[in-house]
């Protein structure tokens, strides 16, 4: 863990990051003496892509959405 105060980590922001993203460092900036900020690598939460969502529902297809349509069948504006 890197402990620092205000003015050196505006100084130092570059190679404190860089601790942080290689070296997976915790970095905490004080003010007075007071830490008021940490700097870390983000938690990155899994995402489950396969998952269903229980707002969506299965939709059935009353036709065959491959027939040709007839002239007639078509709306008056595009004819």
């Known amino acids: 863990m890197i402990s620092v105060n205000m003015h050196e980590a505006k100084t130092r922001l570059s190679e404190l990051v860089k601790a942080v993203e290689d070296k997976n460092e915790i970095v905490i900036i004080c ?3 007071k ?3 940490r700097l870390t690598r ?16 299965p939709v059935s297809i009353k036709y065959n959405p491959v027939e040709p349509v007839a ?5 008056s504006e595009c004819r």
């Open 71 to 75: 002239e007639d069948e078509w709306p």
């Open 42 to 57: 983000p938690v990155v939460a899994a995402v489950n892509r396969l998952r269903t969502y229980p707002d969506l529902k």
């Open 35 to 37: 830490p008021v900020a």
């Open 31 to 33: 003010r007075h003496g």
